[in-house]
Structure formats: structure tokens, C-alpha cells
């Protein structure tokens, strides 16, 4: 049975990801990271994933990180959540800088302590127009990095798995609805309220997911945008 370190936000994509790793027999270390984003209520549905998979959960606290990465909607409360699809340019506010850079080099120490055979993420291909640390180049970098910064101590044949990265979110839903993932059990919204906001970025994205996918959103929103 291999070992693979995955990153759980509590996310739709995230969660669909270490079910599919459960699903192919891979034991599970699930790391999330509260780095004082607005939406920590996404952490909670991180844990009922572990929970339901039998998998060890951690929570990495990156908000001292966090408080340093001002500027997006995500961890200053003085910009606001734009509203609308991911390909509008406002989305550029959501990004914090090289989130996934930290949140995957933590994951990969971790990886290496631990003798593991992996690293997953589920960064897609939706997330390459706006985000710079989802795309291809970016993980292909960072398996290099951490093959350079852990020679003699890390596993051979070790790889930063990203299997979702060429396809798109509806695909995503579809591998989820096949491997019955509860769906109501993951979050998206980046408002940070008690049910999801239905006009944010993320939100607009995971109710178009399941459109296109032609599967049932059991997602309840406040609002559905136009």
C-alpha cells in the first residue's frame, strides 16, 4: 500500500481527490492549513473527509503566514470577495501569493519525514487563467524542487501528484458522483458565511461544475446569481 501525503481544504475538488486516492488503496496523511483565511469553516468539512476515510488529519497553522499575505480577498478583510466568474479579471484578488508553494513544500517535509511515496494536490485546469501556481509548469517545478532539496532522503520514484490538472471542474464532479462522494459535505465559498454565498467567484464555479456535469448540486446558497 503506497503512503501519499494529500492537501485537504475541505473543498469540493480536495475532497473528491483524497476519496479517488482512498479509492486506489492509498493510505492517507490529510493536511490542511489555516493560514486566517476568511472561509476556516472549509476546515471543518476537511476533517469529516478524514474522519470518513479513516485517514490521519492535521491542521497546519500558517496564520502568523497568513497576516504577512496581505492584499487578497482571501486573508484581508479590507478587500473585498469579488463577485463573478474565475475568467473576470476582479478573480486576480483572490490570489494569495505562493500559496501553494508553501502549503506544498510543508506537505513534501512532511512526505519526506514520514518515508511517503507522494504528494497530491487538486489543483485543475479551471484555476490556470488566474491562479500561476496550479499550472503544469508550477508542479512540475516543485516535484524538482523537493527531488533537489531532499537527494539521499527521499523515496525513489517520488511524485507531486496533481491528477486533475488538465481537467476541468465538471470532470471532476462527474469522478466525484462515481465514486459517491458526499458533495454537501465540501465547501466553496470564499465569503466565509454559514451557507454558501452563491455569487463569488468559487460559488458561480461549482454551481456551473455541476451543471455541466449533469449531476445534482445538494449545495444550499443564500443567493443564486444571474
Known amino acids: 500500500m503506497s503512503l501519499v501525503v494529500t492537501t485537504v481544504s ?4 480536495s475532497v473528491t481527490l483524497a476519496h479517488s486516492l482512498a479509492a486506489d488503496g492509498a493510505a492517507l496523511v490529510a493536511l490542511s492549513f489555516d493560514y486566517g483565511q476568511r472561509h476556516a469553516k472549509e476546515l471543518e468539512l476537511a476533517a469529516r473527509c478524514a474522519d470518513r476515510l479513516g485517514a490521519e488529519h492535521h491542521v497546519v497553522d500558517l496564520r502568523s503566514v ?7 480577498a482571501l486573508t484581508d478583510r479590507n478587500v473585498d ?15 494569495v501569493a505562493n500559496r501553494n508553494a508553501i502549503m506544498l513544500s510543508v506537505a513534501i517535509g512532511v512526505a519526506v519525514a514520514r518515508g511517503a511515496d507522494a504528494v497530491a494536490t487538486a489543483v485543475h485546469a479551471g484555476d490556470h487563467t488566474v491562479y500561476p501556481d496550479c499550472r503544469p509548469e508550477f508542479i512540475a517545478a516543485i516535484e524538482h524542487e523537493a527531488l533537489v532539496a531532499n537527494e539521499g532522503f527521499i523515496q525513489d520514484g517520488f511524485r507531486v501528484l496533481a491528477p486533475f490538472l488538465l481537467v476541468s471542474k465538471a470532470e471532476i464532479v462527474r469522478r466525484g458522483a462515481a465514486l459517491d462522494v458526499p458533495f454537501a459535505e465540501t465547501w466553496s465559498c470564499y465569503v466565509g458565511g454559514a451557507t454558501h454565498c452563491g455569487r463569488c467567484g468559487t460559488c458561480v464555479e461549482r454551481r456551473e461544475a455541476f451543471e455541466l456535469a449533469g449531476v445534482s448540486d445538494p449545495t444550499a446558497y443564500a443567493q443564486v446569481s444571474a
Open 66 to 72: 497568513g497576516a504577512l499575505l496581505t492584499g487578497s
Open 81 to 95: 470577495v469579488p463577485e463573478g466568474h474565475y475568467t473576470d479579471a476582479s478573480m486576480a484578488s483572490t490570489v
Open 10 to 13: 475541505g473543498g469540493l475538488d
